[in-house]
């Protein structure tokens, strides 16, 4: 007996991974269509996939993409209607006719429409691991409150999902810690003395993954990975002394869930993000996601390093960070984030070195301080505080 097609809305379609959801969904076409796409400036790439895909709604963040949108669309004779701005975004992401949101913005801005298919009860795919990490627990009360289906589509948490027991009221009982892998990104042998030499190209060069490029400059200093561990914290419900991080170069081991009896389970793949996006869009199935099989007899050895050597610390000294606003207070969460987009953005615009990107983010979380937010009002104010404060700092470096 066929169903009824599930309906996505995909926010931020024209980034790496809102791109591979419509490569899956594509492969899918009995299963799944597309309802509404986002996107902040690619005008042409939105015009190409609502051509391809024929969603309701195409939603530009600002007017002038917007209606640039709205142009070529209607000398198309394309029937997808555009819209623009954040309040239209929240509304394809909680409208009534939606069954699935994959939440693929970059950054804190992508907290609201997250908030919003949460508060409507959507399945919530969530790749945006700043929702979770600024949001924290009013982000996870929205979710409760609004009856959504939280999945993580980061491959490390899905692994660690897919790891996990089925019932999370065991949980607690039967786990002992949660491993994160990390690949070590493009600069995991290079001597940290020559760090302030790098530039953004470099730093966007990463071994295994294809990524945008603010992401690959956190991978390249690990503070993907210090955003990851505070984001299995909250999605896990485990202690910060349950998550531990080893670096894993070959990337075919996602994460790991260690148990009392010292057993491991552990989720193994390709480094293709098509693959967590099908498990995320079909769980509790499985479908074909198009990424390529592991092939265990041409696989070179897997090999595994710990953090806690003087020449990774002095690499990646911003892993350590995670544990430490984790044990701060509420919000502190939220100031990392903020100081850490802006020192990304800076560094890539060649205003500080790519060494200065900790002390921006480690000054400000000296100077910002938190009242634990009760909501995303409170959120957003402590964002923007956070953010001028880096900015402060990232000027002062810069000069």
């Given at each position: 007996m066929s169903h009824p097609k599930k309906r996505v809305t995909i926010l931020g379609s024209t980034g790496s991974v809102g791109s591979n959801t419509l490569?899956?969904?594509?492969?899918?076409?009995?299963?799944?269509?597309?309802?509404?796409?986002?996107?902040?400036?690619?005008?042409?790439?939105?015009?190409?996939?609502?051509?391809?895909?024929?969603?309701?709604?195409?939603?530009m963040a600002s007017e002038e993409h917007g209606k640039a949108v709205e142009g070529q669309l209607r000398n198309m004779d394309c029937k997808t209607r555009a819209m623009w701005g954040a309040a239209a975004i929240d509304t394809v992401a909680s409208h009534e006719q939606v069954d699935i949101v994959m939440a693929a913005i970059v950054g804190a801005v992508g907290l609201?429409?997250?908030?919003?298919?949460?508060?409507?009860?959507?399945?919530?795919?969530?790749?945006?691991?700043?929702?979770?990490?600024?949001?924290?627990?009013?982000?996870?009360?929205?979710?409760?409150?609004?009856?959504?289906?939280?999945?993580?589509?980061?491959?490390?948490?899905?692994?660690?999902?897919?790891?996990?027991?089925?019932?999370?009221?065991?949980?607690?009982?039967r786990v002992d810690k949660?491993?994160?892998?990390?690949?070590?990104?493009?600069?995991?042998?290079?001597?940290?003395?020559t760090l302030r030499d790098v530039t953004p190209e470099q730093a966007c060069a990463h071994p295994n993954w294809v990524m945008g490029r603010k992401i690959s400059v956190d991978s390249a200093t690990m503070m993907n990975k210090a955003l990851e561990v505070i984001e299995a914290r909250f999605l896990f419900g485990v202690t910060p002394e349950q998550l531990e991080v080893v670096i894993h170069p070959q990337s075919v081991i996602h994460s790991m869930v260690q148990y009392k009896d010292r057993s491991v389970v552990a989720q193994l793949g390709t480094p293709d993000m098509r693959g967590p996006i099908a498990y995320g869009l079909s769980w509790p199935d499985r479908m074909a996601s198009g990424a390529a099989a592991l092939d265990f007899s041409a696989m070179a050895d897997m090999t595994f390093e710990s953090f806690d050597t003087p020449s990774h610390q002095a690499r990646f000294a911003g892993l350590a960070l995670a544990w430490q606003v984790l044990r701060a207070p509420p919000g502190t969460c939220a100031v990392l984030n903020a100081a850490n987009e802006i020192a990304v953005a800076a560094f890539l615009d060649q205003r500080i070195r790519f060494d200065q990107i900790h002390h921006v983010n480690t000054e400000t979380l000296a100077t910002v301080l938190t009242v634990a937010p009760q909501s995303l009002d409170d959120l957003l104010a402590l964002d923007a505080l956070s953010r001028a404060a880096a900015a402060s700092v990232a000027r002062r470096m810069g000069r």
């Open positions: 490569d899956v969904l594509a492969r899918h076409p009995d299963r799944f269509e597309v309802f509404a796409l986002t996107a902040s400036t690619q005008v042409e790439l939105m015009v190409k996939q609502c051509m391809q895909f024929k969603p309701v709604f195409a939603v609201a429409a997250c908030l919003a298919a949460a508060r409507a009860g959507k399945r919530l795919l969530l790749a945006n691991k700043e929702a979770r990490v600024v949001g924290g627990q009013v982000f996870l009360d929205a979710v409760n409150r609004g009856g959504a289906t939280l999945l993580p589509i980061d491959s490390e948490h899905s692994a660690i999902f897919q790891s996990l027991p089925d019932d999370p009221a065991t949980w607690a009982q949660i491993i994160l892998t990390a690949s070590g990104g493009p600069f995991r042998t290079r001597d940290p003395a």
